[in-house]
């Protein structure tokens, strides 16, 4: 197998590189230099300075904190990585307290009358400043708090990673990484995929007073951080920093608990037709249907996505075309790597990095479309500053997901009638994921974040957490005695003390996309320029705005409904063909 890594050339050479020690040095400098903006006269020459200068910063810090991540994330034991990545989260706590005397300096002017066509083209994020200025801290407590977090969550999170990373899982006398049993889950062989569904379980406790501690400390801190900046809650926090009104998130959900019964039926049809009594076991989840040749070597499936994206729009191919020909991903599962797939958008040398665990399946494919669509998402915004391309949370997950859309609804065109319920069955089990898991998920974060209030969770009182989330999203549809009381462990959105409640923006983001995939087949190749002009509008717009901008109410319970109602369609073509094939 070709090892297919990624290029990182493009930001540093390596951690020894001149430039890289040279940023690290103007990073310094310029950090030093923004101080004396510190209040000075409400002048708007001084305000065009100052943020041209945190323009520059923020591409700097962006490229230097990207490279050891990046460096970190395909081996998490890389010595310069880890240290180096300690080195600028140390830099940037150091910077806090100025940070938010100038935020309060930049809240003093009056943003409601700018002049400047610079400023203007900043408002919202302005606008935006001083509205998150009511929820910082006195300049020393925020610097206190940020030199905290190096030692205290962000530590946590990547003990957490070391602890995932350096899993070996025990299967048929041989020792796999958890990333590749993970992947085992979507093999076409039961057996496998019950022998790793089991081997996984036996593996977590060796592991799971580490990452229980990981957990505990991390939504503590997320909760007394809460409480002292003045919000109302963890969740609070979320949607105010996702720009999104608890109003839209109370639609979303209602619409989410009103679809469950569609895809309990679903669960309940597939349990039914591989032959299990009680609901689908939960390593069952991704079990084929139907045997057909679905094996997508990583140059067949990438070949696919491009050919695929180019029905939709010329600029989404090339585009993709261009991040493989440019070796800007790297593929599969090695140890050492972390799990899962995330793109990293790099305004600052106008690229992005893709990171996979490819397994050969039609799954990898839609998850490579997946990833692809967050670097078109900031392709699409690298005309703007990089001051206004830094999208919330909720709509970071529209244009992955529409992605995702057109090479499952483009394959169904040129599918035999076999091949169509194997990808009617990857697309809707991908929804249920999205859909009733994510809700799961925020049904479980909720009920920790309750708990901890309390004091500290046991481990099998998160495990407990989890199970009872998953009976009440999945309801009968998956058997109760085979769920994943470890789901918990390994998904990275957990352990982020700033980013809690990572989970409900990926069903605000298929369901978005479902409805903008609807607007496309009404308008089509139109669409395309729209659909961009829509996502380089996303970093400086709330939520709300960003739909109008393309016509669309997301408080509207109707739109989000529409969706599922796509969704519904997909799972009554399913039995259809479930009943034809036989």
Known sequence: ???????????????????????????????????AYIGLEKEEKNLIECLKKEEVLSSLIEKLASFSSLKMSVNTNDYDAIKYDSVIENMLATFADTNASLNKWIASFDLDHLQDEYLVEHRFILHEIKQQNKYLLSEESESVLANLKTVASSSWSNYKNQLISSLKVSLDNQEYPLTEVLNMAYSKDKETRKKAYEAELKAYPSIEQGLA?????????????????????????????????????????KVIEKSLPLFEGYYKKKAEVLGYEFGLPWYEMYAPIIEVDSSYPYQKGSQFVVKQFHTFSKNLGNYAQQAIDKNWIDVYPRSGKVGGAFCNNLHSIKESRFLL????????????????????????????????????????????TFCETIVKKAALKEATKEEQLAILESEISDCGQVIVDIYSRFLFESSVFKKREEGPLSVDEIKELMLEAQRKAYGNGLDHNLLHPYMWTWKPHYYSSDYAFYNFPYAFGLLLAKGL??????????????????????????????????????????????????????????????????
């Open 213 to 253: 501690s990981a957990l505990n400390s991390i939504k503590g801190e997320s909760i007394i951080e809460a409480r002292l900046r003045g919000y109302a809650s963890p969740l609070d926090r979320t949607l105010v920093s996702s720009r999104m009104s608890k109003e839209t998130l109370e639609v979303l959900l």
């Open 357 to 400: 665990n490819y397994g050969d399946e039609f799954g990898d494919v839609t998850t490579m479309a997946h990833e692809l669509g967050h670097g078109f998402h900031g392709h699409c915004l690298n005309a703007q500053s990089i001051l206004n391309a830094e999208y919330p949370m909720p709509i970071a997950e529209t244009a992955s």
């Open 517 to 582: 995939y609807g607007l496309y087949q009404n308008e089509g190749p139109s669409f395309a320029s729209k659909y961009e002009e829509f996502l380089s509008l996303t970093g400086k717009m709330n939520l709300e705005d960003v739909g109008w901008s393309i016509g669309i109410d997301i408080q509207d319970e109707e739109f989000w409904q529409n969706s599922i109602t796509m969704i519904e369609e997909d799972i009554n073509l399913f039995y259809e063909l479930l009943k034809e094939i036989g």
């Open 1 to 35: 197998m070709q090892e297919r890594t990624w290029s990182l050339n493009e930001l540093y050479v390596s951690f020894d590189d001149t430039s890289f020690h040279n940023d690290l040095k103007t990073v310094k400098i310029i950090m030093e230099e923004l101080k």
